[in-house]
């Protein structure tokens, strides 16, 4: 089984930053494609940036230019970082990857969510 946690949700001001982790944990081969979500209550599942095996990032246009999502295979985390952040940025983020199990199967997780949120 695969779980994936992420953690560096918080509060902050407008024009502050944070950076959510999330690191998977228990038995598969690796990650391969990683993306960041959120989700606003009330409205659908946003797609805020994903990343593949090889490092090629794409971005949602509400937030290029001021997130950042990376990732660490060694660790097997992945990371946004979050800049210049906007009340609007306020949201539940998730992650979720695309895992190689040990059945040699690609099968999707998601993680349980982080709140962001952005307020003076």
């Known amino acids: 089984q695969v779980q994936l946690v992420e953690s560096g949700g918080g509060a902050v001001q407008p024009g502050g930053s944070l950076r959510l982790s999330c690191a998977a944990s228990?038995?598969?081969?690796?990650?391969?494609?990683v993306g960041w979500h959120r989700q606003v209550p009330g409205k659908q599942r946003e797609l805020v940036a994903t990343i593949s095996s090889g490092g090629d990032t794409n971005y949602a246009d509400s937030v290029k230019g001021r997130f950042t999502i990376s990732r660490d295979n060694a660790k097997n985390t992945a990371y946004l970082q979050m800049n210049s952040l906007k009340p609007e940025d306020t949201a539940v983020y998730y992650c979720n990857a695309l895992v190689l199990t040990i059945a040699r199967m690609y099968e999707n997780y998601w993680g349980q969510g982080t709140q962001v949120t952005v307020s003076s």
């Open positions: 228990g038995t598969f081969f690796n990650l391969n494609f």
